[in-house]
């Protein structure tokens, strides 16, 4: 480890004592000592104590500017009036019955106005629907594999955890590449069932669809990749994913866990103006209740109601997160809050540019929506592949020298990004902007000393 990014772990050490005894107490009984992987890092994790609007405390009384915001499912920012109040009337009322009630048909009316489907169910997580969508697809299609991108993340579910984070040996040709399970117990059958492109690779994509006639239920992705930094889809791309699905009777899932709600008031479908098959939404949805749901045309949806694909859930639609969702919609997410967070990511964006350029840094800053990164490469990255050349070790100098001056730049890892709240200031942007000078400078010289590094991939 090299001295400037030795001393802010050393730094970052001694703000946080009361976290670190947290870490080692939680080690003894929760594996990690964290209830989700990605919250485990080195040294050990900042515990918090609570949050308000943009800012957050952590447990040895820390203040930070969040723009982890729970990994960007919290565009709404912490304790949104509308959210909260919305929550508290709720609860008086009741928090779940398992049965039908008016909030669903309210929240379907709300996600059909914005994203292009007609019928849409219900779930507690961006998991569960894109599980729900790939089964769904394969019913429609009657076939079983689904084709995703190399370092695409789309939660926890076997299909799912399919080439998430592989290592270099493990790549395969780029044009096809390997199925790589993301871990023990993904069975071999569900890995054989997936198969990989490389994001803004059409070739790749046709290539697979050439390999498997007709047996390709659909292709699911993020239309921008949000699991390698920030990575755009370049001009074409999504348009040709769609042609190929249209040409090849496969159904194009867009998962929207991110993009549904802090890309635009529309999400990706509307800002890039291509229309997938099914949206699957969850994160910013809920205003930080746990909510997904998955959408699609009647004529697929209808597959539920024709009882040929099962949908169910006890916690689907309980009364607490459907209140929340419903005032997010209604009262957070409007078209005047996309404005401010709009003007705030500008001037967020901008600001880092402008740093980036004084100190000579080899690097860019990406962004889109309320999300946006420092992408520690000189050029811009088109997949899974160029994000793993980014410098591990100067992005930790990085995320630790601001945390070490009170802002969560984004959540831990360099394959994330920052999320911006509707509910924060232009002082809070201020402040990351002011943190990011002061670290700037130390990371161009490292990078000067230490020269191009290649990272490992991985969690
Ligand atoms: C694009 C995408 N899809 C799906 C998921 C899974 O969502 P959840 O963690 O709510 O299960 C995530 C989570 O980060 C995600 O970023």
Known sequence: MYDGLQKEISTYEKRTPKSAAAHKRALERIPLGVASNYRHYEPYPIFVKDGKAGRIHDIDGNEYVDHNLCFGALMAGHCHPAVVKAVKEQLDLGTTFGMPHDQEWELAEEICKRYPVEMVRFGSSGTEVTM??????????????????????????????????????EYGDE???????????????????????????????????????????????????MNVGLCIPQPGFLEGLRKICDANGALLIFDEVKTGAKLAWGGASDYFGVKPDMICLAKSIGG??????????????NLISDHKVFHGGTYNTNRVAMAAGLATFREVLTRDAYAHVGKLSKKLT?????????????????SAGVNGALMLYPQEIRNYRDWTKIDVDLWRHYWFGMVNRGVLAQPYWWDEQWTISVQHTEADIDKHLAAFEEVAPGLAKAQSERG??????GH
Not at 288 to 301: I, N, Q, T
Not at 350 to 366: C, D, F, H, M, P
């Open 288 to 301: 930080g209740l746990p909510l997904g749901a998955f959408g699609a045309s009647r004529k697929v949806m």
């Open 132 to 169: 729900h969508a790939c089964r769904i697809a394969r019913a429609a299609t009657g076939r079983d594999k689904i084709v995703k991108f190399e370092g695409s993340y789309h939660g926890l579910h076997d299909t799912a955890l399919v080439s998430v984070k592989p290592k270099e040996t």
């Open 452 to 457: 191009m590094v290649t990272a490992a991939a």
């Open 175 to 225: 044009n096809a590449p390997n199925s790589v399970p993301g871990g023990g117990g993904v069975p071999k059958a569900a890995v054989d069932n997936v198969l990989i492109a490389s994001f803004n690779n059409l070739g790749s994509v046709e290539n697979r669809f050439k390999q498997y006639p007709g047996q390709i239920a659909a292709i699911i992705l993020e239309p921008i990749l």
């Open 350 to 366: 901008e600001g880092y540019r402008t740093i980036v350029a004084k100190n000579g840094l080899r690097a860019y800053v990406a």
